[in-house]
């Protein structure tokens, strides 16, 4: 079977316009998150961290649109010409696309919007990204709740390996919007503070927008130095609540043991884990559980919902890429929000961010439905 | 292209008032709307699941097509669907709750249906399928991309059977195609053969 490997990247963040600018901030344990006063939003301020819509406007600009594309559109389309321009892959039939979102433009449905209601269809979506580039082929859109991201990069590997594609580009993004506030916050899953994930002090979640991009790709010519090797990934369905998480981490603990085989690997190769963390009491339970089931809970462990808050569509891809700078820096990137260990069972948060040796990570994401994701990714470059 | 080894199993279509297996016509309705056509249906199959009545249009149209094709089902069955409104005719409900400023009419019960793989989630619990489930949004049917990634399901070991296919409701219409492939079978897993399959209303 041919390798497959993460390569180019681009996020667009609160952080700026590129992964570099997420990751300086990441290193240097600053939050994204801020407090929102938007009552066009949510009633209630709330702590999100949004993007600069002035300067993705600017960037997007320089890419001399034709026409008007939503504000997600000129996001994904940021984001991804960057991706694209630095792999330098041509765009042939050997070229595939791949887009994770939950909601994509569902923000048209509101009727302020300019755009027409069409526009929320998915595939619409799809056919504008596909068509501002010109890909020879249809664009896949992925919606699978909260684990799409990573689920992408899995859908794009099992791709690769039928030889329906060369290459791949995956791109992710949902926008922090009243339909999404107001949905989890019906849940009263929403925090009034920046969000705690694992912590005892724990009160929701915070939710967050970004856009980011990767080539996934079976050409070693094609990488960079912080690309990673896809050793295994595999998702598995808890069967169990459609809104609420498993109380024995079923579909967790399956999807990372299903992974485990698939990279040949016993628990103690994982260097860190980059987990889902949402900082809701059930989940972050939930996690626990299941990483204790698969002997993991020695592993060092962070959520990086602290500094993006849940990204949802996107959160995935976003903290894979993310961990592929944190295996390539030798750098565990601090949990940031965590003070005390506030689920039942032990593991290991990564409270300071602090130098080791890696060269495995474990990504991890749950979403409603009950699905559930886990991939293996390892470093290429020593 | 046809995969050495790889089969439909079985297949079933729920469109225009009817229910069918294999071709063959299980059950018809003359309800004109989809919410007393789907009920009837749930009648005539004996399925006694009252979760049944919470669910969205969507995850009830996706869990009759499954009824029909996974009785006693005790195989890792993988779920890979796909349509092309997504959650739209929810994410209407939910749109249409939160229209006044405060967004306070909210409903969790109706939110959680805003995204397209509950149905998956629902069937998951039905069959007690502890199993990969991807959803897939296309402008239509696309079985080249489904074939491909049941193929990889199968041949890597993720899943022994995999039930594949279209599940769209949008504005009232309905329209459900769902196939499961598996080692052995009726027809040869051969994206010909779905096409044919999927045109034949």
Redesign the interface.
């Known amino acids: 079977m041919d390798s497959v490997y993460l390569s180019h990247n681009n996020i667009v963040s609160a952080y700026g316009l590129d992964s570099a600018a997420a990751i300086d901030g990441i290193k240097n344990e600053v939050s994204g998150l801020t407090l929102v006063n938007d009552?066009?939003l949510?009633?209630n301020p709330f702590y999100s961290s949004l993007i600069d819509q002035k300067n993705v406007h600017e960037a997007f600009l320089k890419l001399n649109p034709q026409e008007a594309y939503t504000r997600l559109e000129e996001i994904l389309l940021v984001s991804l010409a960057d991706t694209l321009k630095n792999s330098g892959v041509p765009l042939t039939d050997r070229v595939g696309l791949i887009i994770s979102t939950?909601?994509?433009n569902?923000d048209v449905?509101?009727?302020d919007s300019p755009f027409d209601e069409s526009r929320?269809?998915?595939?619409e979506l799809?056919?504008k990204i596909k068509s501002f580039f010109g890909f020879k082929n249809?664009a896949?859109?992925?919606?699978?709740?909260c684990v799409s991201g990573v689920?992408a990069l899995a859908?794009a590997k099992?791709?690769i390996?039928?030889k329906?594609y060369d290459h791949v580009f995956v791109v992710a993004g949902d926008l922090v919007s009243?339909?999404i506030?107001?949905?989890?916050?019906?849940?009263q899953a929403l925090s009034e503070s920046p969000c705690r994930p694992y912590c005892k002090t724990r009160t929701g979640i915070n939710i967050g927008e970004v856009g980011c991009s990767v080539l996934v790709t079976k050409d070693k010519d094609r990488l960079i130095d912080a690309s990673v090797r896809i050793l295994g990934e595999?998702?598995?369905?808890?069967?169990?609540?459609?809104?609420g998480p498993s109380r024995t981490g079923?579909?967790l603990y399956?999807s990372i043991a299903?992974a485990m085989r698939?990279a040949q690997l016993a628990p103690k190769a994982i260097d860190f884990i980059s987990a889902h963390g949402t900082a809701t009491m059930y989940n972050d339970e939930m996690e626990a559980i299941a990483f204790n089931r698969a002997h993991l809970q020695d592993s060092p462990l962070n959520s990086l919902k602290g500094y993006f808050g849940h990204t949802l569509g996107a959160s995935g891809l976003l903290e894979t890429i993310i961990g592929m700078y944190s295996l390539h820096s030798n750098t565990l990137f601090a949990s940031l929000g965590f003070q005390e260990l506030g689920v039942s069972q032990p593991l290991n948060i990564i409270q300071e961010t602090t130098a080791k040796e890696s060269s495995v990570f474990l990504k991890t994401a749950s979403?409603?439905?009950?699905?559930n994701t886990a991939a293996i990714f390892q470093k290429i470059n020593p | 292209m046809n995969m050495p080894g790889h089969y439909i199993k079985s297949y079933c279509r729920i469109a225009n008032g009817e229910i069918s297996r294999n071709g063959k016509v299980l059950f018809s309705d003359a309800s004109e709307e989809f919410p007393a056509f789907i009920k009837a249906a749930y009648k005539y199959f004996e399925t006694d699941y009252s979760k049944f009545f919470k669910m969205d249009n969507l995850s009830k149209l996706a869990f009759m097509g499954a009824e029909v094709l996974l009785k006693d089902q005790e195989k890792n069955t993988a779920?890979v669907l796909s349509n092309?409104?997504?959650s739209?005719d929810t994410?209407?409900k939910?749109?249409a709750a939160?229209?006044d400023?405060?967004?306070?009419f909210?409903?969790?019960a109706v939110?959680?249906y805003?995204?397209?793989?509950?149905c998956?989630?629902?069937i998951?619990?039905r069959?007690?399928?502890?199993?990969?489930?991807?959803?897939?949004?296309?402008?239509e049917f696309?079985p080249?991309?489904l074939s491909?990634?049941a193929?990889?399901?199968l041949e890597?070991g993720?899943a022994d059977e995999v039930l594949c296919g279209w599940v769209e409701y949008d504005k009232g219409k309905y329209d459900a195609f769902l196939y499961v492939i598996a080692k052995k079978g009726l027809l040869p897993h051969d994206t010909g053969e779905l096409t044919k399959l999927y045109r034949t209303k």
Request: hydrophobic share 35%.
């Open positions: 009552p066009d949510l009633p939950t909601k994509g569902i449905l509101d009727t929320a269809y998915l595939s799809g056919g249809e896949l859109v992925l919606s699978n709740a689920l859908v099992r791709l390996h039928q329906r009243k339909f506030l107001s949905g989890f916050n019906s849940f595999a998702s598995c369905n808890d069967a169990n609540h459609i809104s079923e579909g399956r299903s698939q979403g409603f439905g009950g699905c | 779920l092309k409104a997504s739209l994410d209407r939910h749109q939160i229209s400023r405060s967004g306070a909210a409903s969790p939110f959680v805003t995204l397209p793989n509950i998956m989630g629902e998951s619990i069959h007690k399928l502890y199993s990969e489930n991807s959803f897939f949004i296309f402008a696309n080249h991309l491909d990634y193929n990889d399901l890597t993720k």
